[in-house]
């Protein structure tokens, strides 16, 4: 019985499709599906790398110039987080959804809103304040890249260090709200994270 339903399957694999078996037609998508999924998972990743992220004058003369004097730049251990690190999740969904906002900040190049440094800081707390905004609805995700609080190790932090985090945990705040301007100089403006966090949940 099971060897009939295997012929059977065999069979129709091979019964012609107008001009090819069906067989055929199958591997031919199935190839032409890697190839597709190949060249669609390289060009995803060519654009997390640095050279991509400050291939224009917009982010290679403003934050990139900031970014180059952190700790997550140059550090006595080498390890370097670019923007990607930072800005892209790393599970598929996120990391979708965050390359889909990042298409619509195209038309921002196109249209040249941040063009020169003066108009950057013109729009420096409006665009710290989107990205903080996603980074409170995700709980900091981006930060988990490389960051988990319970794989911390107390004893090598400062007491500061030490208190603030367990009480960060205690109280469910997420990274953003404590670390900001870390990377990029704080945008002067009305509220910070916790405050836009504040807002969110109140539905404000």
């Known amino acids: 019985m099971k060897n009939g339903w295997l012929t059977r399957i065999s069979a129709a694999l091979r019964t012609p499709c107008t001009k090819y078996s069906l067989l055929t037609v199958g591997a031919t998508f199935f190839f032409?599906?890697?190839i597709f999924w190949g060249g669609f998972n390289t060009a995803l990743e060519t654009t997390?790398?640095?050279?991509?992220?400050i291939g224009c004058h917009e982010m290679n003369d403003n934050v990139y110039q900031e970014y180059k004097k952190t700790i997550h730049y140059s550090n006595r251990t080498g390890v370097r987080a670019v923007c990607s690190d930072c800005h892209v999740p790393k599970d598929?969904?996120?990391k979708m959804a965050r390359k889909i906002q990042a298409s619509g900040e195209v038309w921002g190049k196109i249209t040249g809103v941040i063009d020169t440094p003066e108009k950057f800081e013109a729009k420096r707390y409006?665009?710290?304040?989107r990205a903080w905004t996603r980074m409170v609805t995700t709980d900091s995700i981006e930060c988990r890249n490389c960051h988990h609080i319970d794989a911390m190790d107390p004893s090598k932090q400062t007491e500061?260090?030490?208190?603030?985090h367990a009480k960060a945990k205690i109280d469910?705040?997420?990274?953003i709200e404590c670390h900001f301007g870390i990377a990029h100089k704080e945008p002067a403006g009305a509220d910070g994270p916790t405050e836009l966090k504040a807002k969110l949940m109140s539905g404000r």
């Open 32 to 34: 032409a599906g890697i």
């Open 48 to 53: 997390n790398t640095l050279e991509f992220c």
């Open 172 to 175: 469910g705040k997420t990274c």
């Open 126 to 129: 409006e665009l710290a304040t």
């Open 92 to 94: 598929w969904v996120h």
């Open 160 to 164: 500061k260090a030490q208190r603030r």
